[in-house]
């Protein structure tokens, strides 16, 4: 059974720091991209940022420079480091991993974590 835990949500003034992380088990996530993607109240999902294992990783234009994606092979883990946030960073973070097998792509999500910028 494929699970992807995320852990670090929670509420934070403007300007403050989060780190979120999500642990996967019952995949080898190496062999995934492992990434962030973020859903406001009414808005469409959207993606936040991706780390291949391979080391190469992709932005959303509105978190460029100040989040940060990494991930633990080892660890099966992937972290968001937040800083700099902004109230329109508030939205439900899910963590997800993901891959091309056999022309197939196969998706796995997390259940999500809030996180909720307000002064």
């Known amino acids: 059974q494929v699970q992807l835990v995320e852990s670090g949500g929670g509420l934070v003034q403007p300007g403050g720091s989060l780190r979120l992380s999500c642990a996967a088990s019952?995949?080898?996530?190496?062999?995934?991209?492992l990434g962030w993607y973020r859903q406001a109240p009414g808005k469409q999902r959207e993606l936040v940022a991706t780390?291949?294992?391979?080391?190469?990783?992709n932005y959303a234009d509105s978190v460029k420079g100040r989040f940060t994606v990494s991930r633990d092979n080892a660890k099966n883990t992937v972290y968001l480091q937040m800083n700099s946030l902004k109230p329109e960073d508030t939205a439900a973070y899910y963590c997800?991993?993901?891959?091309?097998?056999?022309?197939?792509?196969?998706?796995?999500w997390g259940q999500g974590t809030q996180v909720t910028v307000s002064s």
């Open positions: 019952g995949i080898i996530a190496s062999t995934y991209r």
């Open positions: 997800s991993a993901d891959k091309v097998q056999y022309g197939q792509k196969i998706v796995f």
């Open positions: 780390a291949t294992s391979g080391g190469s990783t």
